[in-house]
């Protein structure tokens, strides 16, 4: 009788721990911004998905995704010791799937970032013809619906170590029309000081156009239920290409000095984001431009800033690029739903993509694009978190 007694009490004990222990593996196995990697495990078009997680000494973390080589979350921290997650983005990879959200949340865009007028351009006496799915024109490489841009496709990963992911693609020669088979890699590392270390690198068999860049779009106070218009940004631009209202640039490039473009002096994002009266931001139904960077190619000195004054979180932009995509998620309009079912309003966000100019393969006068045969596109990006 005792011993039936203990062998119940045992195997009552066991059940317990065991409980208790597949809690704990619960509690273990989502990351530290929520996600569940087990939402991530897909196969998209006969190529397996996952979320990688990168870390450091220092505490934070970014969640990517190789479905688009996507950032899906990045903790930083704020001036409260605690983790913020910086970035939009979905909890899953079918909230991802185009035919759910159309959206560039956190991805690695190519062949081409931004638009290409008319979808089309000539190299080498040749016309090349590519999908137009903005205004007429080619946005991030054709990226629709109906075509697959890289954002849509998955990369193959490769996880080195705890804080560097790897991703390639191979895109073929003619896909959306852009000729020669190009084979790219995207290299994120987390570094011991917070920054958020981006690699680009691409070769062809032929001779191609390309412009690489990351659409992360960022909110730094981590509240994603509130616009960023009181974040404060500078830009270490003195001039930028304008467009026309159907966001193509106009060839031109002008100073900033004396209109609402102005961020060679920190100001908020709102400041000046709803002066219509000028038509830069009527045309780009507030800032949705490219800024040409005084940096000269030298990615140790500061692009462009931002702070929240909410978190106290600084976030700092390098790159050897010549310019930066400034959007202020303008098209956001509250029937997108990400993480932690927070549904984004207009600005709840900003973009910073360091790239080269709109359409340069249209314009000869602007830094070339073309990559040929024998070459090796090279492109850097570091985002540095701190507390301010």
Known sequence: ?????????????????????????????????????????????????????????????????????????IM???????LHDVVLGFDSIAAYL????????????????????????????????????NFGHCLHGGTDMGTLGWQYRV??????????????????????GFPGTVDATVTYTLLADNTLDIDYKATTDKKTVINMTNHS????SGDHNKPVTDDILTINASSFTPVDSTFMTTGEIIPVAGTPMDFTVAKT?????????????????????????????????????????????????????????????????????????????????VCLETQHYPDSPNKPQWPSVVLNPGETYSSHCAFRFSVK
């Open 155 to 176: 990369y193959n990963a490769d996880q080195t170590n705890d804080s560097t992911l790897v991703l390639s693609i191979k895109d073929a020669d003619g896909n959306n």
């Open 1 to 73: 009788m005792k011993m039936a007694m203990k062998t119940a009490a045992f195997a009552a004990a066991c059940v317990l721990v065991g409980s208790c222990a597949q809690k704990q593996d619960a509690v273990q196995t989502t990351t530290l911004s929520g996600l569940d990697p087990e939402n991530f495990k897909s196969v998209v078009n006969g190529d397996s998905t996952a979320l990688f997680t990168l870390t450091n000494k220092a505490g934070m973390e970014v969640c990517i995704t190789n479905y688009g080589g996507r950032i899906v979350s």
């Open 76 to 82: 930083a921290p704020g001036r409260d010791g605690k």
């Open 217 to 220: 779009y960022f909110n730094l």
């Open 98 to 133: 185009p035919q759910n959200n159309a959206t560039d949340f956190g991805a690695a865009i190519g062949r081409y970032a931004n638009r290409i007028n008319q979808g089309r351009f000539i190299l080498d006496g040749d016309t090349v013809k590519l999908p137009q799915n």
């Open 269 to 349: 994002i709102g400041q000046d984001i709803e002066k219509r009266d000028y038509d830069q931001i009527a045309n780009g139904n507030g800032y949705d431009h490219n800024w040409v960077l005084d940096t000269a190619g030298n990615d140790s000195i500061v692009a462009a800033s931002l702070y929240s004054p909410a978190s106290g979180i600084l976030l700092e932009v390098f790159t050897d690029e010549p310019g930066i995509q400034v959007y202020s998620g303008n098209f956001l309009d509250g029937t997108v739903t990400g993480k932690n079912g927070i549904t984004y309003p207009q600005r709840a966000a």
